[in-house]
T-cell receptor
Framework: AQKITQTQPGMFVQEKEAVTLDCTYD???????LFWYKQPSSGEMIFLIY??????QNATEGRYSLNFQKARKSANLVISASQLGDSAMYFC?????????????FGAGTRLAVHP | DGGITQSPKYLFRKEGQNVTLSCEQN?????MYWYRQDPGQGLRLIYY???????QKGDIAEGYSVSREKKESFPLTVTSAQKNPTAFYLC???????????FGPGTRLTVL
């Protein structure tokens, strides 16, 4: 079965420090994609970063990087130099093929709180 | 500016009533999606559509219906058959080729 697991319901980090949010996935498809989204208290989902299963290098987007360990089926999000505005829910998602169509499977999320 | 709009932002419904949530996109995306989010939880897929006049049930389609008569629009109807409709509803779109989905601001539905 295709599944995303985020084991950290909540995380705290000091401003300007780095933080790692964990994500593990389960799929038997050789081709898949992994996404991270941020959800502030306002509710909208903001796309952060993407990693394809065949990508040789870890994805990076500004302060966000994805620590992709294919053998361990993990795709952890690393936020460097945390800012107060990073406080939000973070969701890991996996692209899955179902009936010939692409859809996203989401984890339960991790709530990040950045302290001054 | 390109994007996805959802209306209304807040919606209140009496038990037994059907309500329709609007979702419009001007990104020229082929695929559109509806998700439900309950407090403290992730997103669950209700329905999705890859092209006009075609849509598929997601993981929790019971009590919901959709239509896709235009590429830009993908309205969701929450019927009286949905036993627990109070939730946050998010609409999304993508090119359909497996890249990221772009989300609207959401509609918060409360059943009174």
């Amino acid at each position: 079965a295709q599944k995303i697991t985020q084991t950290q319901p909540g995380m705290f980090v000091q401003e300007k420090e780095a933080v790692t949010l964990d994500c593990t996935y389960d799929t038997s498809d050789p081709s898949y994609g992994l996404f991270w989204y941020k959800q502030p208290s306002s509710g909208e989902m903001i796309f952060l970063i993407y990693q394809g299963s065949y990508d040789q290098q870890n994805a990076t987007e500004g302060r966000y990087s994805l620590n992709f360990q294919k053998a361990r089926k993990s795709a952890n999000l690393v936020i460097s130099a945390s800012q107060l505005g990073d406080s939000a829910m973070y969701f890991c998602a996996m692209r899955a093929l179902s009936g010939g169509y692409n859809k996203l499977i989401f984890g339960a999320g991790t709530r990040l709180a950045v302290h001054p | 500016d390109g994007g996805i709009t959802q209306s209304p932002k807040y919606l209140f419904r009496k038990e037994g009533q059907n309500v329709t949530l609007s979702c419009e996109q001007n990104l020229n995306h082929d695929a559109m999606y509806w998700y439900r989010q309950d407090p403290g939880q992730g997103l669950r897929l209700i329905y999705y559509s890859q092209i006009v006049n075609d849509f598929q049930k997601g993981d929790i389609a019971e009590g919901y219906s959709v239509s896709r008569e235009k590429k830009e629009s993908f309205p969701l109807t929450v019927t009286s058959a949905q036993k627990n409709p109070t939730a946050f509803y998010l609409c999304a779109s993508s090119t359909g080729r497996g890249d990221e989905q772009f989300f609207g601001p959401g509609t918060r539905l409360t059943v009174l």
